[in-house]
T-cell receptor
């Protein structure tokens, strides 16, 4: 089974802090994704990566950056956290870009910015 | 831009009964994929069922089936013989054929009553 592991299940940070959310997958997947999940809005794509050091913006990249130095790891960075970034963050991966390949999700990180 | 609409924020069903969750989407594409994901209280998103737009036959996975109406841009999920473990948030999602970007609806929270 594919395992997508997010480093923290819950995280509390302060406004202005630099925040790192880590995601690791163990199945040599090419693609990795970061989503934000908010009630009534579903999941919205922040960034995705289709290869090491490659990234593309999703729908809501403002205030976020990403890093993919190794194939198995995809980090989401909040450069200067703000209260409107309080949310659930979901990481996902897929084997290839083929739409037949499903996305596998981690358990999510519930981030609170105080 | 493609949008996915789930018009039922909450649904409930009696155990062993059948329930249908609605989803509509907007697209000008002819090739795409549609998905239903389940998110139980444990938070991990799990793929329930997938439908390729070019296939006329409705997808089925055990107790889960879809009613795909391409012309109406409708993609409903039917759960037969509902079980307590089916209680979860259900998300409908759309993905263009040659694109990594997946669009999610706002979700429907399903409650199963014993």
């Amino acid at each position: 089974d594919v395992k997508v592991t997010q480093s923290s299940r819950y995280l509390v940070k302060r406004t202005g802090e630099k925040v790192f959310l880590e995601c690791v997958q163990d199945m040599d997947h090419e693609n990795m994704f970061w989503y934000r999940q908010d009630p009534g809005l579903g999941l919205r794509l922040i960034y995705f990566s289709y290869d090491v050091k490659m990234k593309e913006k999703g729908d809501i990249p403002e205030g976020y950056s990403v890093s993919r130095e190794k194939k198995e790891r995809f980090s989401l960075i909040l450069e200067s956290a703000s209260t409107n970034q309080t949310s659930m963050y979901l990481c996902a991966s897929s084997l290839t870009s083929s739409p037949e390949q499903p996305q596998h999700f981690g358990d999510g990180t519930r981030l609170s910015i105080l | 831009a493609q949008t996915v609409t789930q018009s039922q924020p909450e649904m409930s069903v009696q155990e062993a009964e059948t329930v249908t969750l609605s989803c509509t989407y907007d697209t000008s594409e002819s090739d795409y994929y549609l998905f239903w994901y389940k998110q139980p209280p444990s938070r991990q998103m799990i793929l329930v069922i997938r439908q390729e737009a070019y296939k006329q036959q409705n997808a089925t996975e055990n107790r889960f089936s879809v009613n795909f109406q391409k012309a109406a841009k409708s993609f409903s999920l039917k759960i037969s013989d509902s079980q307590l473990g089916d209680a979860a948030m259900y998300f409908c999602a759309y993905r263009r054929y040659n694109n990594n970007d997946m669009r999610f609806g706002a979700g429907t929270r399903l409650t199963v009553k014993p």
